[in-house]
């Protein structure tokens, strides 16, 4: 059994997962597309409310289960009638990967490119025609997804404790400090407080239904939640050797909460490396996913080193998102294991690692064909692949995930079984039970305008 040797090791492997391109690439674009300070008390107040309950109780099926998103729901309801979730949560993670890696491909294309020194005196509409060229070469972006799939498939092949827990103890904190010092220089920049202002100054008249929706998404994307990820993860927990309630309970509430704290953080101080520049440069913040990769390149020029800090920074990209893919292939590797040991032919770690790995090339290279129009059949309802799955899986599938985990837990876990406070109870379950199937089942309905609710603003 695959297990992490200590707490530390768990909670820098959980933000490893959390902290990525969701944080860097998608929270400022997003934000930038909905209008900025409201959206963004949305997603901290979303983060805080449904985060916590959810991250808490992903880590405590995991750990009461030992099993991953594959066995939990069986494991602890004693039936099969929960599949269907264990399943939903695989194609929301085979849907996540097949965008997440084209993306990872962006940031190890900018960073050779920046080693290159290939952004000097490119102005901003320069910079822009770069990401429409690179974006018209199909081949050069499989290339890059292929690295970094061969480069997660290599760290999970030498087993989740020697694997995860080792490069996120090194990389996690350098990350922090690279984030923390780009952000402090950026904030000075001429327009940098316009960009601030974007950022924290809440405008309501942008929220809609459908917004709120997006909010809840990119929350818990940012946060890992609502596809095993979190669950395979507290299934390696490592058991104390004189565990109590109180200590167990302990555990799970301070790496939920300093994991909740650490990705608000960081998504924060992303949008606040971003949107300074996005004003200093004269960018429009709903720029879209493109957003970080053409602003950034443009600050790094009037910068002292510019090679240095655009190859740093882009490094720190690469960093932040192969710590998320490696949980994410983790999540199915784990899963595949775990389902091929009710057939005949039970699979070793090497063998999953191998079958995800192919499974994520040829997912990823339909992605990127269709996003480059090379195929052009390929889409759905006029949208790209890339972009379906992208919109699809934050704003659709992460949150019916998360309900039905949330219901689960509320409902169908006999109480006995999860032992814990009176207190902790209490809130957990009037959470688990009530207030995160209902008020997400409010949205999705409000979004799809059964209700037609206005929302007024001055
Ligand atoms: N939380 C990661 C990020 O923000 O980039 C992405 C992610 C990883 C999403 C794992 C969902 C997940 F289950």
């Not at 399943?87 to 080693?115: H, N, Q």
């Not at 057939?343 to 990823?364: A, D, E, M, W, Y």
């Not at 992605?367 to 972009?387: A, E, H, P, Q, Y």
Request: proline share 4%; glycine share 8%; net charge neutral.
């Amino acid at each position: 059994m695959s297990s992490f040797s200590s707490k530390i090791g768990v909670l820098l492997a959980a933000a490893g997962s959390a902290v990525g391109l969701g944080s860097i690439w998608k929270f400022p674009y997003v934000v930038g597309e909905n209008g900025g300070g409201a959206f963004i008390i949305l997603y901290v107040v979303f983060s805080l409310i449904f985060g916590l309950p959810l991250v808490m109780n992903d880590f405590m099926i995991g750990r009461l289960s030992g099993k991953s998103a594959y066995g939990v729901f069986r494991t602890l309801s004693g039936t099969n009638h929960w599949q269907w979730l264990s399943w939903l949560t695989m194609v929301t993670v085979t849907l996540l990967t097949s965008f997440y890696f084209v993306v990872t491909g962006w940031c190890f294309y900018y960073l050779t490119e920046a080693a290159m020194n290939t952004f000097a005196g490119m102005d901003a509409e320069g910079l822009t025609n770069f990401f429409t060229a690179f974006g018209h070469k199909p081949l050069t972006m499989i290339g890059y997804a292929f690295v970094a799939i061969v480069l997660t498939a290599a760290v999970l092949w030498f087993d989740v404790n020697k694997g995860i827990e080792r490069l996120s103890k090194i990389l996690m904190p350098l990350l922090f400090l690279m984030l923390i010092v780009m952000a402090s220089h950026m904030v000075f920049l001429d327009g940098g407080t316009t960009g601030l202002k974007f950022l924290f100054e809440p405008n309501f008249s942008k929220l809609t239904p459908k917004v709120i929706l997006e909010a809840v998404g990119l929350s818990f994307f940012t946060l890992s939640i609502g596809l095993g990820i979190l669950i395979t993860y507290g299934g390696y927990m490592p058991k104390e050797e004189k565990e109590t309630l109180h200590s167990k309970e302990k555990n799970i509430v301070n790496t939920s909460i300093q994991m909740i704290a650490l990705v608000i953080f960081i998504s924060l101080l992303a949008g606040m490396i971003v949107f300074p520049a996005v004003f200093a440069y004269g960018f429009s913040p709903a720029e879209g996913p493109q957003l970080t990769f053409v602003t950034l390149p443009a600050v790094f020029q009037n910068m002292f080193c510019p090679t240095l800090t655009s190859v740093s920074f882009f490094a720190l990209m690469c960093v932040a998102a192969i710590t998320s893919t490696i949980s994410l292939m983790e999540v199915m590797v784990a899963f595949v294991r775990e389902a091929s040991e009710d057939t005949k032919r039970p699979l070793n770690r090497h063998k999953s690692v191998i079958i995800v790995g192919v499974i994520q090339l040829i997912t990823n290279s339909l992605c990127i064909l269709s996003m480059t129009g090379s195929v052009r059949w390929l889409t759905v309802m006029d949208k790209n692949l890339f972009d379906t799955a992208n919109n699809l899986t934050t704003d659709i599938l992460i949150p019916i995930g998360a309900m039905g985990t949330s219901i689960f837990t509320g409902w169908f876990i006999p109480k006995a079984r999860y032992q814990s406070s009176p207190m902790i109870s209490f809130l957990y379950l009037l959470t688990l039970r009530w207030i995160v199937p209902v008020v997400i089942f409010i949205i999705f309905l409000e979004s799809m305008n059964v209700f037609q609710f206005t929302i007024i603003t001055k």
